[in-house]
């Protein structure tokens, strides 16, 4: 084969590579110290999200006067006592039992302000039909960490509730399922962990055949994510994150860091199995898929940054932890892979498979990928009739995403089958009330003065008269008597139509007419979160696309020399995304596609999940667009007509695409598993948009579309040329064979 002549100006991720080839342990070495100073850094533990930093909105208003005022917000706890069958709970049994639950839960000496049903003044506290009662009471302490100190309290309960079968005696509130909910992802995460990482670990053997070769990607990710985490540690002391953004570390660092090596490393192992020095086939992997890397990389962190543009503490958080872990990885994947793909050799075949190694060696020394070449085939002699049919089943796919609904998480995203959870709905269901209320917050000179006091009594009334709010209502006061908080519960679940129009009904009527007369009020709790939240996301939205797009659009301009290359490339992967989107909606939300689980219905999708599913999915397919357009580009600039350069682009690329996307699909699908549903749709999400986008997309739509343009892929107006200094090809160190009947 001809070689091509390097050039003598070469790119960041060569240069990057050269180096870190030439001064292997010294990458290697700053590699293991920024290593350890992570994991001394992650010892001091990341700052968490206030409530005030998670809210938006007159939520966001009326939590820093809670957080301001020198306001105790305690954990509010109640414990249900109803009758099994008919019968009331007012009875010589329920009066006993009420009393000893208030006794046992004292006795912890952990709770205070303790209500019971039988007392003067408890009005609501007993339902409408009878059979039930609550016991009310606060969490003494921080309610942020009221979850660690419930469980005395929930085996007090539990003793009680022994003592007395006749009735059904169960705690809910805040930190109780806060302490469940906690218990259930901590489960979940470690048994994603222990599945996830020996998966992928397993997908890279048999994809390269060969041991060494299989723990580096695994190592590099493992490294990146403890990497990652230290450094959000130290980072979130300035930018507070919430618990989610820990997920997202794991979840993403896995994916893209296995990937961001995958194509390093199988780009070397080509090379070197056409013929080339070991060190000379890292040179190329660090001109090719360094570069693809580097550029896929810088997209999906410039995407992530775009969330800082809600103004939402909680995407904010995960921007912050997600553009970490991602350019962490991809440094790991331009420094350090290649000094150890330079210290090893051919060591890296080491631990192969037999009879697979021999495959893979003789596959890998071919080129072309015999299964993607079949399928490539159709799409570059039938393009049109390839873009109906694929384009046409991702719309169907897409169409349930009109439907999509989305609201905060909150005790609804437990798995339903928990105790709490069916605790939970008993109350609603008895009190026809969200057993975790609306708050009221007034502030004002004197919350207890006379007309104070009166404006709360009507306040009080005039909720009970518009039906969409019930009792029991609570009420709190700082030690200074500026502040005071009333619980009032809501008609619905917390965030179906009913709450929300309650919530309405709350913030425009009631609350301004009464309370509002006096001071200034605002409404928080967990149905004003959300819908302050949706409101926030929805006016920024636009905004957001906007710049994610934009900026893309500008990153593969550069990148490619080309302005139809990154049109094509957005819209091929909004299709991709749309599809996602419906097939979400059809999975949770029952919506109707030709993907329809009746059976499933958890209500909304997790408010802040469509965006960062654009975002995150809007860069990882990037990962695969780049790698196989540079692999197109590559060919192209050496002399192949643009149906030539795509079919060697594809099929010289496919076997890694195939296998990063089965790794991804893999690590998502996993987390598709969880019992949290926000984490289930998460993962389904992921997975299926990868799916669609490797295949489909990727392997179909793709070739399809470019064929179809043929020399227009490349258009680039005179005027923009001269604008651009265009950067000389990088270094190749043989051509690209073309492909045998093309």
């Known amino acids: 084969m001809n070689s091509l002549k390097r050039q003598h100006h070469s790119g960041i991720a060569e240069r990057l590579g050269r180096w870190s ?44 006067l809670l957080e301001n005022g020198g306001f105790n917000q305690p954990a509010a706890e109640q414990v249900l006592l109803q009758v099994r069958g008919a019968g009331a709970i007012d009875s010589v049994t329920g009066r006993a039992a009420a009393r000893e639950v208030a006794s046992a839960v004292l006795a912890t000496h952990g709770v205070d302000h303790l209500r019971s049903p039988f007392d003067a003044g408890s009005r609501g506290q007993i339902s409408r039909d009878g059979r039930s009662a609550l016991v009310l009471f606060s969490m003494k302490g921080k309610a942020k960490t009221a979850d660690k100190r419930i469980q005395p309290v929930l085996d007090a309960v539990g003793r009680v509730a022994k003592a007395h079968p006749q009735l059904r005696i169960e705690q809910f509130g805040g930190a109780s399922a806060t302490k469940a909910l906690n218990d259930t992802v901590g489960k979940d995460f470690k048994r994603a962990e222990r599945i996830s990482i020996p998966l992928t670990f397993v997908i890279l053997w048999l994809a390269f055949a060969a041991l060494v070769a299989a723990l580096l990607p695994v190592a590099l990710a493992l490294s ?14 300035a930018l507070p994150i919430d618990a989610d953004s ?73 921007a912050e932890a997600t553009a970490l872990v991602v350019a962490v990885a991809m440094l790991g994947s331009l420094t350090v892979l290649p000094a150890l793909l330079s210290a090893l050799g051919d060591k890296v075949d080491l631990g192969r498979i037999p009879f697979l190694g021999r495959r893979t060696e003789r596959r890998r020394a071919g080129g072309e990928s015999r299964i993607w070449t079949a399928i490539v085939g159709p799409a570059l002699r039938y393009p049109i009739a390839t873009i109906a049919l694929a384009a046409g089943f991702l719309v169907l796919l897409a169409v349930p995403a009109v439907h999509l609904k989305t609201a905060s998480p909150g005790v609804g995203d437990l798995p339903r089958n928990l105790a709490i959870i069916k605790t939970y709905d008993r109350i609603d269901h008895a009190f026809g009330a969200n057993p975790v209320p609306a708050q009221v917050v007034l502030s004002a000179p004197n919350v207890e003065s006379p007309q ?17 709010m019930h009792e029991p209502f609570t009420v709190d006061v700082n030690p200074d008597r500026t502040l005071a908080r009333i619980g009032i519960p809501l008609v619905g679940d917390g965030t179906n139509s009913a709450s929300e129009q309650a919530l309405h009904t709350l913030r425009t009527s009631v609350v301004p007419k009464t309370v509002g007369t006096v001071g200034t009020a605002y409404v928080t709790g967990p149905t004003a979160r959300s819908v302050d939240f949706n409101n926030q996301l929805s006016s920024r939205t636009p905004y957001l696309f906007a710049f994610i797009l934009g900026l893309a659009f500008l990153l593969l301009l550069w990148t490619f020399r080309s302005l139809v290359i990154p049109l094509t490339a957005i819209a091929l992967n909004l299709l991709s995304v749309g599809a996602a989107y419906g097939v979400l909606v059809s999975v949770f939300q029952g919506g109707r596609g030709i993907v329809h689980i009746g059976g499933v219905h958890h209500g909304p999708i997790a408010a802040w999940l469509p965006l960062f599913l654009f975002v995150i999915l809007f860069g990882l397919s990037m990962d695969y667009h780049v790698f196989i357009l540079s692999r197109i580009r590559e060919g192209h600039d050496q002399g192949l007509n643009t149906r030539q ?20 699909v893999a690590v998502f699908a996993t987390f598709a598993t969880l019992s949290v549903t926000s984490m289930q749709q998460l993962g389904v999400g992921l ?6 986008d490797a295949t489909l997309v990727r392997g179909l739509l793709l070739p399809a579309v470019m064929t179809l343009l043929g020399e227009r892929n490349w258009y680039l107006p005179r005027w923009l040329a001269r604008v651009m200094t265009r950067e000389p090809s990088e270094a190749q160190p043989q051509a690209v064979p073309v492909p045998h009947g093309k």
């Open 224 to 237: 990146a994510i403890v990497i990652a985490s230290g450094l959000v540690a130290l980072t979130s002391h």
């Open 452 to 468: 104070a006091r009166a404006a709360i009594t009507r306040l009080e009334r005039k909720a009970l008269a518009s039906g969409q």
């Open 687 to 692: 997975a299926v948009a990868i799916l669609l």
């Open 645 to 664: 350069a795509i079919h060697s682009g594809i099929t010289h690329s496919a076997g890694v695409i195939t296998s990063a996307a089965i790794v991804m």
């Open 21 to 64: 080839s030439q001064h292997r342990a010294k990458a290697i070495l700053l590699w293991v110290a920024l290593l350890v100073a992570a994991v001394v850094a992650a010892g001091g533990g990341a700052k968490m999200l206030s409530n005030a930093g998670e809210s938006s909105g007159d939520s966001a208003k009326a939590e820093r």
């Open 246 to 318: 820990k997920s997202m570390i794991l979840l993403i660092g896995l994916a893209v860091g296995v990937d961001y090596s995958l194509f390093y490393f199988r780009r070397a192992r080509e090379e070197r199995a056409g013929g080339v020095s070991n060190q000379q086939a890292v040179a190329v992997a660090a001109a090719t898929s360094g570069k693809a890397v580097l550029t896929s990389g810088l997209t999906v962190v410039v995407a992530m940054t775009a969330l800082f543009l809600t103004g939402l503490g909680t995407f904010m958080g995960m």
